[in-house]
């Protein structure tokens, strides 16, 4: 059997427990791989998504990792990269029903999880922004730094949640919907204008729609000083404009 055919069928065995052994591969040595894999799996869950595990207990969210790893086929040998869609499998997950919040508790630490992981990538200073002419400013979209993430729920009070988890004061569950920025380790609650301002960047809108979508959130928004801190932070790492200007 070749390597390629041999890893190939490895692979099956791993997802598939009745499929038929080839070659070398031993259906009992098989079983003792693959309960490795799941124990892996639900323990790098465990890293990942230490807010609701922090909330439910050990039990409650290993019971519910292994329900998670079970009806998800890995995709990837990077354990780093699971769970992508682990928090809309808590939003369908029955015994987490009592827990509305979870989900969006899970969206948060996944959130934390990519700004801690991130690649570096090079800042663009504010001064770049002298460089272009005033037509191109009108047009300007900005790429934000990998590192920077945004939670936020419309119904859940995320920041004290994470707080809480972090040694701070008990969290009201009932004291409304929060948004959070997250770069790299540091984070912070932010107001709903913010979010919408660095939310339409991050997903390519023009610097003006951007600074409109805040404002049309609260219209005394501070929209000028919100995105100089994105360039004293450094999370602004391109610059681009519809003619193509790149700095």
């Known amino acids: 059997m070749s390597y390629a055919t041999a890893i190939t069928a ?21 079983r003792h791989y693959r309960a ?5 799996r639900v323990a790098a869950l465990g890293n990942t ?34 769970g992508a869609d682990f928090p809309d499998f808590i939003a369908g997950f029955a015994p987490a029903g009592d827990l509305p919040y979870l989900a969006d508790v899970a969206r948060l630490d996944w959130a934390c999880w990519l700004a801690f992981l991130a690649d570096d990538a090079e800042a663009v200073p504010a001064a770049a922004l002298a460089e272009l002419s005033p037509a191109a400013l009108e047009t300007l979209t900005v790429t934000l730094h990998p590192a920077l993430q ?3 729920s419309a119904h859940w009070p995320l920041a004290d949640l994470l707080a809480m988890h972090q040694g701070g004061a008990a969290a009201d569950i009932n004291a ?33 729609a951007a600074l409109e979508a805040a404002l049309a959130v609260d219209d005394r928004a501070p929209v000028g000083e919100w995105l100089g801190w994105l360039f004293a932070s450094a999370a602004v ?10 700095s």
Do not use: K
Request: hydrophobic share 50%.
């Open 36 to 40: 490795n894999c799941r124990i892996n």
């Open 176 to 208: 409304g919907g929060q948004a959070l920025l997250v770069l790299r380790a540091e984070w912070q609650q932010i107001p709903p204008a913010r979010f919408a301002l660095y939310r339409a960047l991050q997903q390519g809108e023009s610097v003006l």
């Open 150 to 152: 945004l939670a936020q």
């Open 49 to 82: 998504f230490a807010t609701v595990e922090a909330l439910v207990g050990e039990d409650f969210f290993a019971a519910m990792a292994r329900v998670y790893v079970d009806a998800t086929p890995a995709t990837s040998a990077n354990l780093h990269a699971l």
């Open 10 to 30: 490895f692979a099956a065995l791993l997802d598939n427990e009745s499929a038929a052994p080839a070659g070398l591969l031993h259906a009992e040595r098989m």
């Open 237 to 246: 790492c391109g610059l681009q404009t519809v003619n193509g200007e790149l």
